[in-house]
């Protein structure tokens, strides 16, 4: 089974939404660029990932309700947060890693929600 360009999006959309509330909760107020960025951030790497892997073998549900696929986007959000956690200096990195742990169990809970 794959999926339609529309569910792949809608399910990366859902996810940048959630992952800017996330982002207001957990990053310090007036860190707009970083809140944005959580939330764009999520949403690529969910819509690039589930679009570049929307194939039969890894959509199909290995253990019950959990596709490959489902793991894998929010690992890859994982990993761009990371990088950019990386290349951006933070004053409070604490708080930026509880919003990177919150976005990727957005991610995960998304995937296998929508998709």
């Known amino acids: 089974m794959i999926f339609s360009v529309g569910h792949?999006?809608?399910?990366?959309?859902?996810?940048?939404?959630?992952?800017?509330?996330?982002?207001?909760?957990?990053?310090p107020s007036g860190a707009w660029l970083d809140v944005v960025a959580v939330?764009?951030?999520?949403?690529?790497?969910?819509?690039?990932?589930?679009?570049?892997?929307?194939m039969p073998q890894l959509n199909d549900d290995g253990l019950p309700g959990f596709s490959a696929n489902d793991w894998a986007a929010p690992?890859?959000?994982?990993?761009?947060?990371?990088?950019?956690?990386?290349?951006?200096?933070?004053?409070?990195?604490?708080?930026?890693r509880q919003a990177r742990a919150l976005a990727t169990l957005v991610a995960l809970v998304v995937n296998v929600v929508t998709i």
């Open 75 to 96: 690992v890859l959000t994982f990993v761009v947060l990371s990088l950019y956690m990386d290349l951006r200096p933070f004053a409070d990195a604490g708080r930026y």
């Open 39 to 54: 939330a764009v951030l999520s949403g690529l790497a969910v819509l690039l990932w589930r679009f570049s892997a929307n």
């Open 8 to 27: 792949i999006a809608l399910t990366a959309g859902i996810t940048a939404l959630l992952a800017f509330a996330v982002a207001i909760w957990r990053l």
